[in-house]
């Protein structure tokens, strides 16, 4: 029978991109393996995630994808949570039956070596076990965010009380200390349904068949070897770990929008553009987006930002619905499009990231630290300015501030507010300053290296080969 391996993304359009990535890359390496994916239907934007599993089967037909039917919350179901991950925890869970008839459906006529899931999908690990199916976690996050997942249930156990009560950094194996304010919102209170999922799927992720994790050794060396020395569980098991990264998407303008902005570029002078851009679900407030726009007509930078409509909610960092079309002269300073037009661009909603951090012309990058986007800006070599909004990107700073110091910390007040001053500064030191010169020396460094990870003989290149290999042996 055909050989097979199955997996399972979260209802989350960046996680799913990243799942057929790393299905893509399990082919290069053995090209007779089937791979399945698994669709839920909830919370996917429906018009970019059809477009995109159409284009992905007309290139790669060795992926298949199996829809699920629609599965509602009972009518008994109910939450104090104000994450939307409680939600999707939940949703999961009751996919559970869909999982167990598609996995069995699958091994009629394929030997299924694994079901790889993502860490939101841990509900499945169970159906996994249950019809002697190797469960793999695929983390998208890094190993910086990963130390500190699966060191949860120490700390839940060693103290009584939740993250957010904390007075001092907390210190995690492999990491700098971090502020309980950085950690991901719902692992802050340990009363959050959130929080219990999370946790859960921690616990289930120690006794996985492995954790496969898109980054690569030199890139995160102290956080992977205090998962491999198994400082992050002590006591436990701690299953192998498979650095395979970074895994880049191939995905550009797929939606068929123009590149504007890849033309504008070519006429820019090589490394001198800030390029500007908060990921698919990253929002401002109008008021935030002014002050933005008023730093950076005082910076005198060129730039190339990508703007999205404003939330209206001023603690909103993540948008959780599309919006509609925007009016980007009325919504940004007042003369700021006319100020800038020699220097600038803004462009709305989207630009082809991976293109665009590869053009010669950017000089520097002003991310939400999404871990897809840090990977994609150091294979580029591009220096980083780090404004964390949401999810894990709090831990993503911290390990490219401090610790691999690939990137200059943008820094905010008690209620995440960044001033249009601290945005001139900012984007003039990345761009001018003898500290931002040696961020960028320290990034063009790293780009090598994950070069190097992905050639033949490679430590990512080894890890895939030995995730593949360690099938032929079951």
């Not at 934007?45 to 199996?66: E, K």
């Not at 790889?116 to 190797?134: G, H, K, Q, W």
């Not at 965010?145 to 995690?172: E, G, M, R």
């Not at 990058?365 to 070599?381: D, I, K, Q, R």
Request: charged share 20%.
């Amino acid at each position: 029978m055909k050989e097979a391996i199955v997996l399972y993304p979260a209802a989350f359009f960046g996680h799913l991109i990243s799942m057929v990535e790393l299905g893509k890359l399990l082919l290069t390496h053995r090209p007779s393996l089937s791979i399945h994916i698994l669709i839920t239907n909830q919370a996917y934007a429906a018009g970019p995630t059809t477009a995109y599993i159409a284009s992905v089967s007309a290139v790669v037909p060795s992926i298949a994808f199996h829809f699920f039917p629609a599965t509602t919350l009972p009518p008994d179901f109910s939450t104090t949570s104000p994450n939307h991950e409680t939600l999707a925890f939940e949703l999961l869970h009751l996919n559970n039956p869909n999982v167990h008839r598609t996995l069995t459906s699958i091994s009629t006529d394929h030997v299924v070596h694994g079901l790889v899931i993502d860490f939101f999908c841990a509900a499945a690990d169970t159906v996994a076990r249950e019809l002697n199916i190797p469960c793999y976690y695929f983390f998208t996050s890094g190993a910086c965010f990963l130390t500190f997942f699966l060191y949860l249930p120490t700390l839940h156990d060693n103290f009584a009380i939740s993250v957010k009560d904390f007075d001092a950094p907390i210190d995690v194996p492999g990491t700098p200390p971090i502020q309980p304010s950085d950690v991901v919102k719902p692992l802050q209170d340990r009363y959050d349904d959130a929080y219990k999922g999370f946790l859960d799927s921690s616990l289930k992720m120690q006794t996985s068949a492995g954790i496969i994790v898109n980054t690569f050794e030199k890139l995160e060396r102290r956080a992977i070897g205090a998962i491999r020395d198994g400082e992050c569980v002590p006591g436990g098991p701690t299953p192998p770990l498979y650095c395979i990264g970074p895994l880049i998407s191939s995905r550009g303008g797929d939606d068929g929008r123009s590149p504007e902005s890849l033309t504008w570029l070519d006429s820019q002078p090589r490394g001198s553009v800030v390029f500007l851009c908060f990921g698919s679900m990253g929002v401002f407030s109008v008021e935030q987006l002014k002050e933005i726009a008023t730093g950076l007509e005082r910076s005198g930078q060129r730039f190339l930002w990508v703007v999205r409509s404003p939330t209206k909610d001023k603690d909103q960092k993540a948008a959780t619905s599309e919006v509609p079309d925007l009016d980007l002269g009325s919504l940004l300073t007042e003369g700021f499009l006319e100020h800038t037009k020699d220097r600038g661009l803004v462009v709305k909603k989207w630009a082809p990231q991976v293109a665009v951090l590869s053009h010669p012309s950017v000089g520097g990058f002003v991310t939400h630290c999404g871990w897809n986007s840090v990977l994609e800006a150091v294979y580029a070599g591009v220096p980083m300015l780090a404004w964390p909004l949401y999810a894990e990107q709090g831990h993503n700073r911290v390990q490219l501030v401090q610790e691999t110091k690939i990137a200059l910390p943008v820094d905010e007040s008690e209620d995440g507010w960044v001033s249009s001053e601290e945005v001139e500064k900012r984007v003039r030191e990345l761009m001018e300053s003898e500290e931002g010169k040696m961020v960028r020396e320290r990034v063009l460094v790293m780009k090598e290296e994950a070069k190097a990870a992905l050639t033949p003989g490679g430590s990512s290149r080894s890890a895939l080969a030995g995730l593949v290999d360690s099938w032929k042996r079951e």
